[in-house]
């Protein structure tokens, strides 16, 4: 119940202007649990406890937060955390992108010693950072 008074937030933020797309961090977890009532079966055998029960579970700082889900919730959870993998994804090029485009920056800029920096960090972003330029006009 705790929960509806977070999705009346009016509208988030967006100031990157990509488009908006329901996805999440965390996982979905399935248990099945012992209810304790006294002479139930879940007591002794495993088989018999009580479920499943779904769970969404995300760590946020040093906390982990957990609610509970329905099953077809849990569906629904699962994809948005696998387009959240599939965006972190997205913005790992991106940001190799936005570096590859830095250090021609970079480059452009008469350097101290241009030739100890290529040895260096020299191994994977050489090429793609001349062979796509794109001028923003
Ligand atoms: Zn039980």
Wanted: charged fraction near 30%.
């Amino acid at each position: 119940m705790a929960d509806r008074k977070q999705s009346r937030n009016p509208k988030p933020e967006n100031p990157l202007g990509l488009d908006l797309r329901p996805m999440r961090r965390g996982s979905v977890g399935v248990r099945f649990v012992k209810c304790g009532k006294a002479g139930c079966a879940c007591a002794t055998d495993k088989d018999a406890r009580h479920g499943p029960y779904y769970s969404l579970t995300r760590t946020v700082g040093r906390k982990t937060k957990s609610r509970f889900l329905s099953k077809s919730q849990a569906a629904v959870a699962e994809r948005q955390i696998k387009a959240g993998r599939l965006f972190r994804e997205e913005l790992e090029a991106y940001w190799r992108a936005c570096e590859a485009l830095a250090d021609e920056e970079l480059e452009a800029v008469e350097g101290a010693s241009s030739t100890a920096s290529a040895e260096k960090g020299g191994s994977v972003a050489h090429s793609s950072a001349r062979s796509k330029k794109k001028s923003p006009s």
